[in-house]
């Protein structure tokens, strides 16, 4: 599945910005999708899934209450709204795609497919 994500910007501490993924490809209904981000120096690390029938999602313990993924199949998009942004949520926001049908999106050994990430500026 190929990925394409948009929506990143600059905002102020406290304030909110909404990421998109587009998918194309592969059956997209049948996989986990998430986001996962990558700090200037750190490693790239989870954020959140959502699973292959958005029944269920899962968050890191930095963005719970804060983030909420959802997802539509039938237009085959993800999308993250991303409230009460704190100077340390700045990174690099990439979308991922699971490698397995119905199979979780934890870490990075889980990921089939990148999107080409984007850059999310909070300033305090």
């Known amino acids: 599945v190929q990925l394409q994500a948009s929506g990143g910007g600059l905002v102020q501490a406290g304030g909110s910005l909404r990421l998109s993924c587009a998918a194309s490809g592969r059956t997209f209904s049948s996989y986990a999708v998430g986001w996962f981000r990558q700090a200037p120096g750190k490693e790239r690390e989870f954020v959140t899934y959502i699973r292959y029938s958005g029944g269920s999602a899962y968050y890191a313990d930095s963005v719970k209450g804060r983030f909420t993924i959802s997802r539509d199949n039938a237009k085959n998009t993800v999308h993250l709204q991303m409230n009460s942004l704190k100077p340390e949520d700045t990174a690099v926001y990439y979308c991922?795609?699971?490698?397995?049908?119905?199979?979780?999106?934890?870490?990075?050994?889980?990921?089939?497919?990148w999107g080409q990430g984007t850059q999310v500026t909070v300033s305090s």
């Open positions: 991922a795609a699971g490698s397995s049908a119905y199979a979780p999106l934890f870490t990075i050994s889980d990921v089939g497919s």
